[in-house]
């Protein structure tokens, strides 16, 4: 194996390097390596945006001042490269104004403005990109099926649709299945 051979800039950083390990003699070790690796960082990192490695040690001072500076408070903010920052899942946004106008209209909304409220908060849902189709083909099942099933059952039980009987099972059901439609739409932009 070979390796190039070292130019006057890498005699030059190891010259500084090893002056430094020589000055910082008396710290602790655990302290010494970390003002090693953090002068040795700078130094790179330096190096590769400006090329010239005399600028970063000129930057640096000289050693026994930098060792000075770590005895006094430790390694001085200058030098400390910053923390690699873990990387963020990415997630779905999170829901926005109109999305919650849509839940809210489907839990408060029976109460208010009934079947208004549904219908619109129904087609608030269906063009957000919030929610995939599937979970807005639910909704919809949710607030119908319910007042589907009540207009069928007070047929088939003879009561008038307008009836107290008959119009308070129709806003039930539909009532109920609205909430249970804005709870679960609610519920999926909760984070888990």
Known sequence: MTTAPATPD??????????????????PPET???????????????????????????????????????RRSGT???LRLPVPQPAIPAVLPGAGGSERVAVCLLIA???????ISQAAA???????????P???AVAW?????????????????????LSGLGFLAVY????????????ALRAIDRPH
Do not use: N
């Not at 890498?10 to 710290?27: E, F, G, I």
């Not at 026994?64 to 500076?69: F, G, K, P, R, Y």
């Not at 099942?141 to 649709?161: E, I």
């Open 172 to 183: 039930l059901a539909t009532g109920t299945g609205s909430v249970a439609a804005g709870l």
């Open 76 to 78: 001085p903010t200058h």
């Open 122 to 132: 129904l087609l608030i849902a269906t063009v957000s990109p919030r929610w995939t």
């Open 32 to 70: 010494r390596d970390d003002l090693m690796g953090t002068v040795s960082g700078y130094i790179a990192m330096r190096r590769d945006l400006a090329g010239d490695p005399s600028q970063a040690l000129g930057r640096l001072g000289p050693p026994e001042q930098l060792v000075a500076a770590v």
């Open 10 to 27: 890498d005699a030059l950083v190891l010259d500084y390097l090893a002056a430094l390990w020589a000055a910082s003699d008396d710290l």
């Open 141 to 161: 099942f949710l607030v119908t099926a319910p007042a589907v099933a009540a207009l069928l059952l007070t047929a088939v039980a003879g009561a008038p649709l």
């Open 109 to 115: 909304g029976p109460l208010l403005l009934p079947l």
């Open 134 to 136: 599937p979970q807005k």
